[in-house]
């Protein structure tokens, strides 16, 4: 008979395993003579107690529609726009599900052809690297679900997508964790693309993040299938709805008309905490569709299947990037039942907490500052980044079509306000972003990331910093942190209504953080009334300076003190300071992986989530924490950094020249853990991977992206030794 047994790191996770299959193997090795052979009763497949509801599916052809581009195939994913609804006003489940996938795949990577999307990457190219696949589309069934406490309030968003070559003798999953806060589609491009092709079954879930609007003045929510109702009408089946009586929200709308909750901001739940536990009930979703799907029938229970797909028999891939990679570190972390054979992440967001054992060097220079909280650095560059975006050492990295003249004006105020806070010393402005600029980097970012600190902070970090705090102090909408909401605004930045034809589709448009979809961040107590961030005046210098206080007071929250002078917190600000930071620490991680493989694959460029503060203080802490038992490797790829979409916009932006895809490299990352998996393939050590980027205008070719060495020269291995982290330049 076939030997039961746990996988390697299910025995060391759970030796009980060992024990519970101790009569079938005294059996299979002949341990007694006499008793017959027990037939064991069968496994009943259990829908997982923590799905609220049941569990909805739909079979698409492969044709018409599908699990990959929801029909549109690679010709319908490079159009310059999703296809219109047939009506703006209302449109239908599956157009939002269609133009969500159509947004979201597109969101992650370069979708353009010069930057390789048809010709490395993309739906029509195989698991071999070749243009065999066609339009791409996928065959198969897409299961969803809701993982909740039966109050509503949480409803997370669980997905699992079964290709119809899955094969049931040599089963595995793929987790696709979304990235960012998007919702359930977020990672169909990234680990959803590699997983189907490879006839996975795709875990995915949105992290109680997602696209969870709530309109306070027409009181209208997103579904979970990405319609909009009044949240009356929705019910539990609302993404997300603002924990308010009418009373509240209709005092609120009298006071801040024309505002919005969302979700990852809102919700009081601080959802980030549970990004690992989010993960692992998607696996566990995963094994009940496909025993569903699968199983066979049990005379005995009618209606009941027998369990046949199982942890021990299959590989289990947690995945994704960014937020997506941090929930999968997350996941093996918290993994006590085995299901996590392998991790293969890219730029996650990885928090290791407290890192005072590590010292990070890049070359022979020692890094000022690493292993930050992510709201500490956001709050720290929500500061400075706008007067060090003006520096000559940042060069101007936006097109006046993203970068107003107003937004330059406004950033020179920034500076000049630093100056009067006492918060920078130089006199003249090229000084002062000179200062700010060094600031940063001092602060843990990389002087290679200095070209895309004006960009950030256009597009990011007020937004994440609003968000996070928010989220981490488990605020009210009606709290108002710091004078921030969120609303749409017009050309002069004022507060206006919402656009029904544009929230319509928000599911399928929007990132789950504002700026999205019309909704920006805006500064109540801006002087002459409430402005989007960027054209807001501060009471203290009566100047346009991009919302000075209103930076100052969160990063006060994260640090407990006051920014200029120093001095504690009291009242209010104490006691919200106070909640913020338990929240901050609810979501550090261990880096204890429990000696499963892991991949992470980081951009050196990366000013989101710079390496110093995630990538490279995770990887090292995990040498700390677990030394020779680590099996984690780490791949640092030079020219690269957070956003692979940004590339896509050419010479508006400049990335193209700049920066090559790291999508590549997540793809080769799961095509290493799989070989490692699934063949004992070793994996090559840590090490920095040099690339070059292409020139303006032509194509990027495998000549820029080098793979890493099965064995790296001297001048790229990344070394470990003695609480020394230890980068090539």
Not at 79 to 96: D, H, M, Q
Not at 201 to 229: E, F, R
Not at 653 to 677: C, I
Not at 686 to 706: E, I, K, Y
Request: one cysteine or more; hydrophobic letters at 40%.
């Amino acid at each position: 008979m076939k030997y039961l047994r746990p996988k390697p790191h299910q025995a060391r996770a759970n030796p009980a395993a060992w024990l519970l299959l101790a009569p079938v193997l005294l059996t299979a090795c002949g341990g007694s003579d006499s008793a017959p052979e027990p037939v064991a009763a069968p496994v009943v497949n259990v829908l997982p107690s923590f799905v609220a509801g049941s569990v909805a599916q739909m079979s698409y052809d492969g044709a018409t529609d599908d699990l990959l581009t929801a029909g549109l195939g690679k010709t319908g994913l490079l159009a310059a726009a999703a296809p219109a609804f047939a009506n703006p006003l209302a449109p239908t489940a599956s157009e939002v599900r269609r133009n969500s996938i159509y947004t979201n795949y597109r969101a992650l990577i370069d979708y353009t052809a010069l930057g390789g999307f048809g010709r490395l990457y993309g739906p029509n190219i195989d698991i071999s690297g070749s243009d065999t696949l066609g339009e791409g589309k996928v065959a198969g069934t897409e299961y969803i679900a809701v993982a909740d406490d039966g109050s509503g309030r949480q409803n997370v968003v669980l997905m699992v997508q079964v290709p119809s070559n899955f094969d049931v003798k040599n089963p595995c999953i793929v987790t696709a964790t979304s990235s960012g806060s998007r919702g359930v589609y977020g990672a169909i491009g990234t680990s959803g693309d590699w997983g189907l092709k490879h006839g996975c079954a795709v875990a995915y879930a949105d992290k109680g993040s997602g696209n969870g609007l709530h309109d306070l003045m027409t009181d209208n929510v997103i579904q979970i299938d990405g319609t909009v109702a009044t949240a009356t009408a929705a019910g539990k089946k609302a993404q997300f709805k603002a924990d308010l009586s009418d009373d509240e929200r209709s005092a609120y709308n009298a006071a801040f008309p024309n505002r919005v909750a969302y979700k990852h901001a809102h919700s009081q739940q601080n959802p980030e905490k549970d990004w690992g536990r989010d993960t692992l009930r998607a696996v566990k979703l995963a094994f009940y569709v496909l025993n569903e799907k699968y199983g066979s029938d049990i005379a005995a229970q009618p209606g009941k299947k027998e369990v046949v797909i199982t942890p021990a028999k299959t590989v289990v891939i947690a995945s994704s990037v960014s937020n997506g990679g941090g929930a999968a570190l997350a996941a093996a972390e918290q993994d006590t039942e085995g299901l996590i054979d392998g991790v293969a992440v890219a730029e996650p967001n990885a928090q290791p907490g407290a890192n005072t054992g590590l010292t990070i060097k890049q070359g022979a220079a020692t890094v000022a500052t690493h292993s930050k909280p992510l709201v500490d650095y956001f709050t720290y560059a929500n500061v400075f980044q706008p007067c060090a975006a003006l520096s000559a050492q940042a060069g101007l990295s936006l097109n006046p079509a993203f970068w107003p003249a107003a937004y330059t004006v406004n950033a020179q105020n920034r500076c000049a306000a630093l100056k009067t806070r006492g918060l920078l010393a130089a006199t003249t402005l090229a000084e002062q972003a000179d200062e700010a600029l060094a600031k940063l980097n001092s602060y843990g970012w990389q002087s290679e990331s200095n070209y895309l600190q004006q960009s950030h902070f256009r597009f990011a970090t007020n937004a994440i910093v609003v968000t996070y705090v928010n989220s981490y102090g488990k605020f009210k909408v009606t709290d108002n942190v710091c004078g921030y909401s969120f609303a749409n605004t017009n050309g002069t930045g004022d507060v206006v209504a919402q656009v029904p034809a544009v929230q319509a589709g928000l599911f399928s448009g929007g990132n789950g953080v504002p700026p999205t979809s019309g909704v920006n961040v805006v500064y109540n107590d801006s002087v002459g009334g409430a402005k989007i961030d960027f054209l807001a005046s501060s009471v203290s210098s009566g100047q346009a300076d991009l919302a000075l206080d209103g930076a100052m007071c969160m990063r006060a929250l994260v640090t407990g003190k006051e920014v200029a002078s120093g001095r504690a917190l009291f009242g209010t600000m104490k006691s919200w300071s106070e909640r913020v930071v338990a929240g901050m620490n609810e979501v550090q991680l261990t880096t204890k992986l429990r000696g499963v493989p892991t991949i992470i694959v980081a951009g050196r460029n990366d000013t989101l989530v710079p390496v110093n503060h995630a990538a490279r203080a995770y990887y090292g802490k995990n040498q700390i924490t677990e030394a020779a038992a680590s099996k984690v490797r780490y791949y640092e790829v030079t020219n690269a950094q957070h956003f692979d979409t940004f590339i896509a916009f050419g010479a508006l932006l400049g990335y193209d020249s700049r920066f090559v895809p790291l999508h590549v490299y997540f793809g080769r990352a799961m095509d290493q853990m799989w070989a490692h998996l699934k063949n004992g393939t070793a994996l090559p050590a840590s090490q920095v991977v040099h690339t070059t980027p292409r020139a303006a205008g032509s194509n990027v070719t495998v000549a820029n992206l080098p793979v890493w060495s099965a064995t790296p020269a001297a001048a790229d291995a990344i070394g470990f030794a003695s609480g020394v982290l230890t980068v090539p330049d």
